[in-house]
């Protein structure tokens, strides 16, 4: 009964993750052209321009792609038998491609954006925050698999996951976001707090069930 709960439980918080990451894809009709009056682009006349509008075409692209390979690698890593090579080669090709996502494109322009954030000093801080661990995870997820014994492997996964966690937080972020509005919450005090917890939060309920597995 437990187990079956836990499928249903996973399915639906997928399920969720599709629906909330489809609405944020949906959304890019207000990017392209940018149209100032839009919720995210408001106000931000002056400075969509140069390094600051590149970063931003260049994260919201990236962003949705990192997180549907992130799953993939997520789901191949732990079913693929080393012995079949196909699997393998995809796995290590779709690996490469997400390292050099995240670390050469999406970071990058996190950093950019950061200053730029809604809110104020303290959400920069946290969303630079978010893409200096995301680089760092990936990193460590790159070191890990180069290692040949299973153990290795076993902590790549664990790196793996927690930079797919992170880049989850988009997702979590909207989420809250809307719950919040909805409530009629302060806006500000919200997104200030959910540029840390949103991935925080997620990253201690990891390493709490990873504690405990072990």
């Given amino acids: 009964m437990l ?27 207000w990017y392209f052209p940018p149209n100032f009056d839009a919720l995210f682009l408001e106000g931000r006349e002056t400075s969509f321009v140069g390094g600051y509008r590149l970063a931003f075409y260049t994260h919201i692209i990236c962003g949705p792609l990192t997180v549907v390979i992130g799953a993939y690698l997520l789901i191949s890593g732990t079913r693929f038998n080393p012995a079949k090579r196909t699997c393998l080669a995809w796995h290590r090709a779709m690996g490469w491609l997400q ?21 104020g000093a303290i959400a920069a801080a946290g969303f630079a925050c978010l893409s200096f661990a995301t680089a760092f995870c990936a990193i460590m997820a790159v070191k890990f698999a180069r290692q040949i014994p299973q153990q290795g492997m076993t902590v790549h996964r664990q790196w793996a996951s927690r930079c797919l966690i992170m880049l989850c937080s988009a997702i979590w972020l909207r989420i809250v976001g809307g719950l919040a509005a909805s409530w009629e919450f302060d806006c500000e005090l919200v997104y200030r707090l959910n540029a840390w917890l949103s991935w925080l939060l997620p990253l201690c309920v990891y390493e709490v069930v990873v504690r405990f597995r072990k």
Avoid: H, Q
Avoid at 3 to 29: D, G, N
Avoid at 101 to 116: D, E, H, I
């Fill in 3 to 29: 187990r079956v709960l836990t499928i249903v439980s996973v399915i639906l918080a997928c399920a969720l993750l599709i629906k909330v990451l489809v609405a944020i894809v949906y959304e890019y009709r």
């Fill in 99 to 119: 390292f050099f996502l995240v670390v050469g494109l999406l970071v990058p322009s996190g950093l950019l954006m950061a200053p730029y954030a809604f809110a």
